[in-house]
């Protein structure tokens, strides 16, 4: 009897591991949830699929690299509470970089570069914003009324012009094609957002690009790097992984998309 007791504690042990050992595979194989708001050119649905000049990138080097992934559409502000949360394997997918975002979670390395922001203003107030001469000296005007996205990053040179000015800023809580309707309709005077992403955005909306001016001054500085932004529950050999097959498929001059592609 003992020696049954035995073999069949041997077996319970045996089946204990295995099921812990699938447990843990079940868990490694847990897919990340890249979050992304519809933003074109970036990303957005075509034909049903979604595609942009930053989806294509990630999921290939996720594909390439055998790392599961799922794309869940998240409001840009959601997407910030929810890495920030650190509960999941979820990661930011177009990400500017700043001291704040790296203190609550891990940056790959930059997938693509953005246009320089422009001043959106509405054509017929072209002429006024161009006697600025310069981004800091139409930002340094404290009667402009400039929506900006609650929570988004413009940039670090950027987000110091808008610092000072802060009191004088419209806050906007939507997604772009909400924020182009509220210039459209005059309830603020100027927005910052690239060139192609305005057009494209305003043409979804209905509404004419041609009806707007884009203003780039002098000193608007150069576009930002987009990057992953990921909880810490996203290992860094995950995102080293990802980060190996976006540089073994970078273009010749050694960097990965760039704006005047999207």
């Not at 049954?4 to 591991?17: K, N, P, Q, W, Y």
């Not at 996720?62 to 929810?82: D, S």
């Not at 107030?125 to 929506?147: C, H, I, N, Q, V």
Request: hydrophobic share 40%; aromatic share 8%.
């Amino acid at each position: 009897m003992a020696h049954t007791a035995s073999g069949v504690s041997s077996r319970r042990c045996i089946v204990l591991l295995a099921l812990g050992l699938m447990a843990t595979s079940a868990r490694a194989e847990e897919p990340i949830s890249l979050l992304y708001n519809p933003r074109a050119p970036y990303s957005y649905v075509d034909h049903g699929a979604l595609t942009g000049t930053l989806v294509t990138p990630v999921s290939s080097a996720f594909k390439r690299a055998g790392i599961p992934f799922v794309w869940v559409e998240t409001p840009f502000r959601r997407q910030l509470a929810i890495v920030r949360a650190n509960t999941g394997r979820d990661c930011m997918a177009a990400a500017f970089r700043d001291a704040e975002r790296e203190a609550y979670g891990r940056f790959s390395q930059p997938i693509l570069q953005n246009e320089q922001m422009a001043l959106v203003v509405p054509k017929s107030a072209e002429p006024k914003f161009r006697r600025y001469g310069s981004l800091s000296a139409a930002l340094g005007d404290r009667t402009m009324r400039l929506l900006i996205k609650e929570g988004y990053s413009y940039g670090s040179a950027i987000n110091a012009l808008l610092a000072k000015r802060a009191a004088a800023n419209v806050a906007a809580y939507d997604e772009a094609q909400s924020i182009v309707r509220m210039l459209h309709e005059g309830m603020a005077d100027a927005l910052l957002m690239t060139k192609q992403e305005a057009t494209q955005t305003l043409l979804q909306k209905g509404l004419h690009p041609e009806d707007f001016a884009y203003l780039i001054f002098s000193d608007t500085p150069p576009g930002e790097w987009r990057y992953l932004l990921c909880s810490f529950k996203v290992p860094a050999s995950t995102i080293e992984s990802f980060n190996q097959q976006l540089r073994m498929h970078a273009n010749t001059s050694g960097s990965t998309t760039h704006s005047s592609n999207r």
